[in-house]
Antibody
Framework: QVQLQESGPGLVKPSQTLSLTCTVSGGSISSGNYYWSWIRQPAGEGLEWIGHIYTSGSPNYNPSLKSRVTILIDTSKNQFSLKLSSVTAADTAVYYC????????????WGQGTLVTVSS | QSALTQPASVSGSPGQSITISCTGTSSDVGSYNYVSWYRQHPGKAPKVMIYDVSNRPSGVSNRFSGSKSGNTASLTISGLQAEDEADYYCTSYTTSGTWVFGGGTKLTVL
C-alpha cells in the first residue's frame, strides 16, 4: 500500500522560503509512470494545484506561483520536495503531496496534509 | 488560469440523487477527458471518487457516477447516505499542461 507523508516546519516567517518534503513508502518513487504533485488548501477554501514533477522529466508549475516555486525529486531517498520563496500570509495553508498516474487525471494517493502558517 | 465553477452548496435527503456541476472552458474541461472528482471530509485529505470523467476507482460505490458535455462535467450521487455529506471538488487538466480545481461544493444530507 503506497503511503505519502509530508514533513517540514509548521511556521515560516514572511519573506522566507517554505520547504516541505514528501516521503513515499510502499513503493519506489521512480518505478511506474507517476507524476508527484503538491496541492494546497487555505483554511475554509478550495484546493489549489501548485505543481508536479515526473521522475524523468521537468517539473510544471501553476502559472500564478511559477516565479516562486521549485519542486525537486530525490529518487535515492524516495522523496520529492517543495520550496516556495518570498512567502506571505496568503501562503498559509494545508499542503498536500499526491500521486497521479501518467495519462490519467487520477490523483490516487494523498498525504494527510501539513499545516504551514506564515507569521512573524 | 481560473478555477472551475461549482455550486457552493447542494443538498438532498437520504435515498435521493443529487448532481454537482463543474463548468470550465474550452481550455480545460472542454479539451480533455481528464476530469476527476474528490470527496473531502473535514480535516481529511481528498479522496478520488471519479477520474477521467466517468471512471470509478476500485472500492468506490457505484452510487457515484460522472459525465461530461462540452465544457461542463457532472458528478451524480444516487441513493444519498449520511456519509456522503462532505465537500466535493472537481479538477481538470488544461491546455497549459497544468491542473485546475473547482471552488468546491458542500453537500448536505438533510
Amino acid at each position: 500500500q503506497v503511503q505519502l507523508q509530508e514533513s517540514g516546519p509548521g511556521l515560516v516567517k514572511p519573506s522566507q522560503t517554505l520547504s516541505l518534503t514528501c516521503t513515499v513508502s510502499g513503493g519506489s518513487i521512480s518505478s511506474g509512470n507517476y507524476y508527484w504533485s503538491w496541492i494546497r488548501q487555505p483554511a475554509g477554501e478550495g484546493l489549489e494545484w501548485i505543481g508536479h514533477i515526473y521522475t524523468s522529466g521537468s517539473p510544471n508549475y501553476n502559472p500564478s506561483l511559477k516565479s516562486r516555486v521549485t519542486i525537486l525529486i530525490d529518487t535515492s531517498k524516495n522523496q520529492f520536495s517543495l520550496k516556495l520563496s518570498s512567502v506571505t500570509a496568503a501562503d498559509t495553508a494545508v499542503y498536500y503531496c499526491a500521486r497521479r498516474l501518467y495519462g490519467s487525471g487520477n490523483f490516487d494517493y494523498w498525504g494527510q496534509g501539513t499545516l504551514v502558517t506564515v507569521s512573524s | 488560469q481560473s478555477a472551475l465553477t461549482q455550486p457552493a452548496s447542494v443538498s438532498g435527503s437520504p435515498g435521493q440523487s443529487i448532481t454537482i456541476s463543474c463548468t470550465g472552458t474550452s481550455s480545460d474541461v472542454g479539451s480533455y477527458n481528464y476530469v476527476s472528482w474528490y470527496r473531502q471530509h473535514p480535516g481529511k485529505a481528498p479522496k478520488v471518487m471519479i477520474y477521467d470523467v466517468s471512471n470509478r476507482p476500485s472500492g468506490v460505490s457505484n452510487r457515484f457516477s460522472g459525465s461530461k458535455s462540452g465544457n461542463t462535467a457532472s458528478l451524480t450521487i444516487s441513493g444519498l447516505q449520511a456519509e456522503d455529506e462532505a465537500d466535493y471538488y472537481c479538477t481538470s487538466y488544461t491546455t497549459s499542461g497544468t491542473w485546475v480545481f473547482g471552488g468546491g461544493t458542500k453537500l448536505t444530507v438533510l
